[in-house]
């Protein structure tokens, strides 16, 4: 060859502002992730926390019910999104991206990466809208719990993050979104997300506290409410995110190995 | 070693459990080559590739890519591949999918431009991956291929489910950069493509490498070839003719004589120098005809 080519390997594995910029871009023009994501949560604190009587209850650490059905919401929101965000690998893999994006310097480590910040930068997105609907529509928190509550509902979901990376690689489906939309629906459900769990039996709610929303749910309600064993919770959300993480990283492992 | 080998597989094998898909090939390719990896489908072309990129790893042997293990020659953009199918997001356009590949590689955006050039599809930048058609796809995939610039070019069924004119405008593009001295390996069950775009051709069956050379030979090893001369008294000829060496079978139709062999080139001589003969001429085989041949065995074994 005449032309001499500078050979080198792109910092950080090729993680980079670059990547994740189109990668956002894609995301964006698929309508059902953006509906999913965005649209849905706000869409169903309007039809299910909004009402005058939840607007008018009063909470005793400052607040409306209006807002906690709000922040509840925001975790579910933030959860969706987290969750499709991790599930990309599903469809990248599927259309042999994956294996194509290993003739490039990408490394494994830095591909995950990117999916995670993607999932959290959708994820804020979600959790902001949601509030910014709510606050126009009646929805009343203390000031700081504004932002705490957000916050926490945001930084929560990494959880799901790592639960849509598992199941990205666990699942070999074109339409992952399709199957985890429902199990996350049980799962806000179980977890106390849409109804608080002392509502539906002692029983229940023992078992709720097992699950993965719980933890979530009562740390990003903590600011408002200051409710529940905040240390159990936290406990909840790491060991839960280490199970995912563990989880996906088995199926990641199988996957390079594999292609 | 006096010249650093573009690709190097030394016994290469390649098992999926009990399945050997390589079963033991050596093979050293030089740069500039334009090489043809010709074989069935199922011979382990494939496999070998995906050995060459690193995307698996030999269950026994050592592959070399430009004096480095695969990986890091693919990290460094030494070598790259079109490959046969998949490998494209709907949801990207052109532009996009072909400038993720320059921010992964750290490239600039001219090169964007360049190989969007290259590859001819620069005036459907904007058009969405999934709204392409196969040939513009795979056009798409030689940009991506190209960006790098690799010494290395691989392509893997590359015309698979092109049409004619598409095929031939693939072929174009190709036959245009390697001319910049680009080592390229082209895996592949059309024997036309192999017999009219490669310098050689390595033929492999079953895993195994059963013929390497340049499609001529190849042609000629499989099937030997026919010298066939105007020879005044050509029966007093036929028995040395046949205890030549490589010769399989002598014809005489009254004053012609129609020699197989596998060297044709020593009956020739044989013939011009020792003998009345003339009005000489070496018939091969088509690769076709080669092609089989090669792989007949394979309905009686």
Sequence with gaps: MTTVV???????????????????????????????????????????????????????????????????????????ATTSGGAMVSVERAAGWSRQLRLTPLLPGAYIAVKLVL????????????LVVGAFTGAELPAAAWVECGLLAWV??????????????????????????????????AGGLFVPVDQLGSTFARIAAFTPVYGVGQIARYPLTHEGNLWLAALSVVVWTAVFSVGAMWRFRRDTARV | MTERMAVELDGVVKRFGAVTAV??????????????????????????????????????????????????????????????????????TVGETVRLTAVLFGRPRERVEAVLERAGIADIRDRLVGKCSGGQQQ?????????????????????????????????????????SGRTVIFATHYLEEAD???????????????????????????????????????????????????????????????????????????????????DLEIVARNLEQAFIALTSDEVTA
């Excluded at chain 2, 995307?55 to 079109?82: D, F, K, N, W």
């Excluded at chain 2, 893997?156 to 004119?165: A, L």
């Design chain 1, 6 to 80: 500078e050979r080198s390997l792109p910092r950080w594995g090729g993680f980079s502002l670059g990547m994740i910029g189109l990668e956002l871009r894609r995301m964006v023009r698929n309508r059902r992730t953006v509906v999913f994501t965005v649209v849905m949560p706000p869409v169903f604190y309007l039809l299910f926390g909004s009402s005058a009587s939840y607007r008018s209850e009063r909470l005793d650490g400052g607040g409306n019910v209006a807002g906690y059905v709000l922040v509840s919401m925001a975790v579910y929101g933030a959860m969706l």
């Design chain 1, 119 to 130: 999932a959290m930068i959708v994820g804020a997105v979600s959790v902001l809208v949601a």
């Design chain 1, 156 to 189: 929560c979901a990494l959880v799901f993050a790592a639960f849509g990376l598992f199941m990205g690689y666990l699942l070999p489906s074109e339409n992952v979104l399709q199957i985890l939309g429902p199990v996350l629906a049980v799962l806000s459900f």
């Design chain 2, 23 to 92: 079963d033991g090939v050596s093979l050293a390719i030089r740069p500039g080559e334009v090489v043809a990896l010709l074989g069935p489908n199922g011979a382990g072309k494939t496999s070998t590739v995906d050995m060459v990129l690193g995307l698996s790893e030999p269950s026994q042997g050592s592959v070399r890519v430009y004096g480095r293990a695969p990986r890091e020659a693919v990290a460094l953009g030494l070598v790259s591949a079109v490959m046969q199918s998949g490998g494209l997001l709907k949801d990207y």
């Design chain 2, 139 to 179: 056009r798409l995939r030689f940009a991506m291929a190209l960006l790098p610039d690799p010494e290395l070019l691989i392509l893997d069924e590359p015309t698979t489910g092109m049409d004619v004119s598409g095929r031939h405008d693939f072929w174009s593009a190709i036959r245009e950069d390697a001319r």
């Design chain 2, 196 to 278: 009219a775009y490669a310098d050689r051709v390595v033929f492999v069956r079953r895993g195994r490498v059963v013929a390497d050379g340049t499609a001529a030979e190849v042609k000629a090893l499989a099937s030997g070839r026919t010298v066939r001369a105007t020879l005044p008294g050509a029966v007093e000829q036929e028995a040395a003719l046949r205890a030549m060496a490589g010769v399989d079978s002598v014809e005489v139709r009254g004053d012609s004589v129609l020699v197989h062999a596998k060297d044709t080139d020593e009956v020739a001589r044989y013939l011009l120098t020792r003998t009345a003969a003339r």
